[in-house]
């Protein structure tokens, strides 16, 4: 099986190191050096891990027949994909692969169906769930664990605790006038009440 393990950003320096955008937990197993990755497109691998290196926070690659900011360049945007063993688990039990979230049925916590896992999308602030309904629209699910409170991977499914409006249209949208509004009308009631 083949995952996206990394996505080459822009170069860095002269001598053919490139900043790379880390789509995997494991970037100490999956992007070491002697790591042969696959690349999309295909054309530009498969590429050898040379060196790796970090730096101001951001990880730096360098590759094998690769010296100079130009080489460096022509890299930019390459998808960067290991072969994993599809059995393969990640050592965290609370980590998942994207194949093994793929195609999982989302429910809320009271058993409504959402839909279905159609896509993993990997922002810089969190993963999100792209998770198509029955009606054909997608919503984005965060795949963080105040919402996501379960992966069941042998029932095939996914359990959700929504926040209002994350998944229905009609979530109701308080404004801070409208609740201070309410709350003068009730301590006008209660004044009243009291006279």
Not at 27 to 50: F, H, K, N, Q, Y
Not at 69 to 94: C, F, H, K, S, Y
């Amino acid at each position: 099986m083949q995952l996206v393990v990394a996505r080459v950003g822009r170069a860095h320096g002269i001598k053919g190191e490139v900043t790379v955008e880390v789509r995997t937990d494991e970037p100490e197993l999956r992007l070491g050096p002697g790591a042969v990755l696959l690349t999309d497109p295909a054309s530009a691998g498969p590429l050898t891990i040379e060196t790796g290196r970090v730096h101001s926070g951001r990880l730096l690659l360098r590759f094998a027949g690769v010296r100079d900011r130009n080489g460096a360049e022509v890299l930019r945007n390459t998808l960067l994909i290991a072969e994993v063993d599809p059995d393969e688990m990640p050592e965290d039990p609370e980590e998942y692969y994207d194949h093994q979230l793929m195609d999982l049925d989302v429910f809320t916590t009271d058993g409504s169906a959402v839909g279905r896992i159609t896509e993993i999308s990997h922002l810089p602030s969190q993963d999100l769930f792209v998770v198509e309904r029955e009606d054909g629209t997608e919503v984005l699910i965060p795949f963080v664990e105040e919402i996501v409170v379960e992966i069941d991977l042998e029932e095939q499914r996914a359990v959700i605790d929504p926040p209002p409006g994350l998944i229905d249209d009609l979530a109701e949208v308080v404004s801070t006038r409208d609740a201070e509004d309410s709350s003068d009308e009730a301590g006008e009631d209660a004044t009243e009440a009291g006279a």
